[in-house]
């Protein structure tokens, strides 16, 4: 069972980031802030650096930084007279004002790894092309466990699961990947590892352009590790990119067994839970 104390802010905001690609401007505030803590060698920065540096690539950040920090529910400000703003209190702030800011809670006392963080969910997102398909959907989850944020691609599986009921097979897959390499136990692993194989045995050789048969093979080594009581390894997904070079037969059988499975699995739609709602489930033990 995949366990975690609390569900973090920065956790919740790669969700949303995820499911609106067009909040990335989110993930920029905070790589701003991290490159000018850096380079001053402080957690504490003047907001109007941190407004300079994001001004730089979003035209729009200007007009709305408020709106922005105070979504972000990540920073502490205050004024030369010591007055703290934190959340809605962020919009009385003067725009001639001088301000200072850091990080909140547990985040300020290890920004390096705080900044890792934020850097591979800014490359995840960056490497979709925005539209909410499943093929994308698909993509992310990927991404998300070959930067090794597990705990993260499994709870975006686990929401895509309740989404799109008829692919559980796939998030499952990745959930149990995770918790293969969040556990430390090695019979939990041996555990994780095989249920992870027969999923993927249910998905072809091919899945979205994922390579599930290099998949399963890597899988198998690992579990075969384990029996000699050596080290799994770390399992990294694979695409097939050059989908052309396959010939037109394979192609098309492809995607008749995909339709075909797709429709035997068929349900009938169920309401989308809200975010908060499914957090809430995954904190108190979904997994």
């Known amino acids: 069972m995949l366990e975690i104390r609390e569900l973090d802010r920065l956790l919740s905001l790669f969700l949303e980031v995820m499911d609106d690609p067009s909040k990335k401007e989110l993930l920029l505030y905070l790589l701003c802030y991290v490159q000018i803590a850096r380079r001053e060698g402080s957690g504490t920065v003047e907001l109007d650096e941190l407004l300079s540096c994001a001004y730089r690539n979003f035209r729009t950040s200007r007009s709305f930084w408020k709106d922005v920090l105070v979504e972000l529910n990540l920073f502490k400000i205050w004024d030369l007279y010591g007055n703290v703003y934190k959340g809605k209190d962020i919009y009385k702030l003067s725009e001639s004002g001088v301000y200072l800011m850091t990080l909140e809670g547990s985040y300020a006392q290890d920004i390096s790894s705080f900044g890792h963080r934020v850097l591979k969910y800014w490359n995840i997102v960056n490497r979709l092309d925005g539209r909410r398909s499943l093929g994308e959907t698909i993509k992310a989850c990927v991404f998300a466990f070959n930067e090794e944020l597990y705990q993260e691609a499994a709870l975006y599986a686990e929401l895509q699961k309740e989404r799109v009921p008829q692919e559980a097979s796939f998030f499952s897959l990745i959930e149990e990947l995770c918790r293969a390499s969040l556990t430390k136990k090695k019979e939990d692993i041996h555990g994780h590892l095989l249920k992870s194989y027969?999923?993927?045995?249910?998905?072809?050789?091919?899945?979205?352009?994922?390579?599930?048969r290099k998949l399963r093979e890597d899988i198998q080594k690992g579990i075969k590790r384990l029996q000699k009581n050596q080290d799994p390894g770390k399992i990294k997904i694979e695409f097939v990119w050059k989908r052309n070079k396959r010939s037109f037969l394979s192609y098309l059988w492809e995607k008749i067994t995909r339709w075909y499975r797709n429709w035997r699995r068929r349900e009938p739609l169920r309401a989308t839970k809200p975010y908060v709602s499914i957090m809430k489930d995954y904190v108190q033990g979904v997994f």
């Open 198 to 212: 027969k999923l993927a045995r249910e998905l072809g050789d091919v899945y979205y352009e994922v390579n599930i």
